[in-house]
């Protein structure tokens, strides 16, 4: 069974940058026909998709987000990692991070508070 497990930095300034780690246990970043993803959540705005990485390394990007997301993977760790930059109160949410065929396999998730 596919686990996932969000780990980073709970506060970030404005500005900088937020920086998350999802380490997958029980399978491979690697494995054919999955995608791994990153979405938000907030009492706001709900759940958000901010972007993805496929099993070939290509990367998918929310329009909104995309000038500053980047998401990348680690085979040799077997994680994938989330960058944002610029970073707002706004951008205050908790971070899951989910993999799958269809977004069957979700972290526990992970507040990221943006405070000074």
């Known amino acids: 069974q596919v686990q996932l497990e969000e780990s980073g930095p709970g506060l970030v300034k404005p500005s900088q940058t937020l920086s998350l780690t999802c380490t997958v246990s029980?399978?491979?970043?690697?494995?054919?026909?999955?995608?791994w993803d990153w979405i938000r959540h907030t009492p706001e705005k709900g759940l958000e998709w901010m972007g993805a990485?496929?099993?070939?390394?290509?990367?998918y990007y929310s329009p909104s987000l995309k000038s500053r997301t980047s998401i990348a993977r680690d085979t040799s760790e077997n994680q994938f990692t989330l960058q944002l930059s610029s970073v707002t109160p706004e951008d205050t949410a908790v971070y899951y991070c989910?993999?799958?065929?269809?977004?069957?396999?979700w972290g526990k998730g992970t507040l990221v508070t943006v405070s000074t």
């Open positions: 989910v993999g799958g065929v269809a977004y069957e396999c």
């Open positions: 990485i496929s099993t070939r390394g290509i990367t």
């Open positions: 029980g399978g491979s970043v690697t494995t054919t026909n999955y995608a």
